[in-house]
């Protein structure tokens, strides 16, 4: 049509909201520079940079990691920051000790920003190998973007896991057994990474489930031999009640959260007086529509997934571990950081059809660094890690604390309708001849045509 020619050409969209998130990272590291600490939506307490790193550090060093400060890490993560780091500067189990381990531990600090320069080069080869064309602005946006930007600022052990990840199901890895172990090690990190295995079912891919479910197994009783604790009972009954105790109390909590969970509680919790603030009848009616949003999406996953079941030969592995992850992901609030494994999945996608274009754009914009001011709270004094003095930290209520997680909902809601699609008109054009692979299936999906292909 005519009107077309007045459209930007598609093939500058990503190159544009890439140079967006260069924009935004410019901006946050002057912002930085100036006043001390990372602007919102940043983690909200600016003396806290790197602490999940050097805090989870000292505590692997106390034998109370698992009964008194009740971890659920598996002990792979507390073995892994007792070799990268200096032990002489961590004191064990508690705050203020920590923060010294922090100032003390440069080795801790070299090896963090080690593994994210890592990543980026991992990332990089990646996307090369798998589409040139897209891989600047992709590998750009998922290393400066505002989830793993954040992972780093907190120093949190997903950037470890994220680059296992990437290892296990990218292209570098040629050995089966390697991408098995590289598995293994990344659901020993983050236990829920988990998701990312079952989805192998899907495709019948047995032997790779069996290999990468051992090699799991085997970390985990390698790591839990060298440090004497974190039995599986006492990892599972730490997760039951690290989820009763990290509830949302204040506004603060919901500012970069990835999934509308925490803003769900806070609706919930008499102690934040949100009602008078919003009113009553918006209260209802937020109560009622997150919770369609989410079964909606998680119905959506699942009927893909089903689909996936009767066609595997369609639907492509890097979208089935997408879809797990983040059927995991909206369903236990993991951190706006967990958003990574999503967003690498996710840039696998071809720029073509229109729930494809929209998960990808929608990867684009979770990346974003900066937010647009609703409100501001009055301002409050804060100690700052970066200039180690008190400063006046103003806090803002944010338009991207509410849209952020419908747009995450929205990335495998998309995907899944792509998915649900394919498979469909693969069946209709394809019927049962090319199912020989699968003729051990349920006959309903097999069919009576199925043939043996010429030899």
């Known amino acids: ?25 410019i901006r946050t590291i002057i912002f930085l520079m100036g006043n001390g600490y990372l602007p919102q939506p940043y983690f909200y307490d600016p003396a806290d940079t790197w602490m999940d790193w050097f805090n989870t550090g000292d505590w692997a060093r106390d034998r109370g990691v698992y009964d008194s ?9 507390l073995v892994f920051l007792r070799i990268f780091g200096l032990s002489q500067c961590y004191l064990g189990g508690g705050q203020d000790t920590s923060y010294y381990a922090r100032a003390c531990d440069w080795l801790g600090v070299f090896w963090l920003h080690a593994f994210y320069v890592i990543a980026i ?40 896991a994220f680059l296992c990840v ?14 098995w172990l590289a598995l293994g090690l990344a659901i020993n990190f983050k236990l829920y990474i988990i998701a990312a295995l079952f989805p192998q ?37 730490n997760i039951i009640g690290f989820r009763d105790v990290v509830q949302a109390n204040q506004f603060l909590d919901v500012l970069y959260a990835a999934t509308y969970a925490p803003f769900y509680t806070l609706l919930n919790n008499q102690s934040f007086p949100i009602t008078t603030l919003i009113g009553s009848k918006n209260v209802d009616i937020l109560l009622m529509i997150i919770p369609v949003m989410l079964r909606t999406t998680q119905l959506a996953i699942i009927f893909a997934s089903i689909a996936a079941w009767v066609r595997p030969e369609v639907v492509p592995m890097y979208r089935l571990t997408n879809l797990g992850l983040c059927l995991a992901l909206i369903t236990a609030e993991s951190g706006g950081y967990s958003l990574i494994f999503v967003i690498f999945f996710t840039f696998f996608e071809e720029w073509k059809g229109v729930g494809r274009k929209i998960a990808i754009v929608g990867c684009y914009l979770v990346c974003i ?74 006959p309903i999906m097999v069919g009576a045509g199925v043939a043996r292909p010429p030899a």
Do not use: C
């Open 1 to 25: 049509m005519g009107w077309r020619r007045f459209l930007p050409n598609e093939h500058w969209i990503e190159p544009i909201l890439a140079l967006i998130l260069v924009g935004g990272m």
């Open 69 to 77: 400060w009740g971890s659920v890490y598996a002990p792979l993560t």
């Open 121 to 160: 080069v991992v990332v990089a080869v990646t996307y090369l190998k798998t589409n040139r064309r897209t891989a600047l602005p992709r590998a750009m946006a998922l290393m400066i973007g505002l989830p793993m930007t954040s992972g780093l600022e907190r120093g949190n052990i997903i950037l470890i």
């Open 166 to 179: 990437a290892l296990a199901f990218g292209p570098l890895f040629k050995s089966a057994r390697m991408r």
């Open 201 to 237: 079912l899907l495709r019948r891919r047995w032997r790779w489930f069996e290999g990468a479910s051992i090699a799991t197994i085997a970390v985990y009783l390698l790591t839990y031999g060298i440090l004497g604790r974190g039995a599986p009972g006492e990892i599972i009954q």
């Open 369 to 442: 660094q900066f937010d647009f001011i609703i409100d501001r709270a009055p301002p409050v004094v804060r100690e700052t890690y970066f200039f180690n003095s008190a400063t006046i930290v103003n806090y803002y209520i944010m338009l991207g604390s509410f849209v952020r997680p419908a747009i995450f909902y929205l990335i495998p809601f998309a995907l899944s309708i792509v998915t649900i699609g394919e498979v469909w008109r693969d069946v209709r054009a394809q019927g049962w001849k090319t199912r020989w692979r699968y003729r051990h299936d349920f």
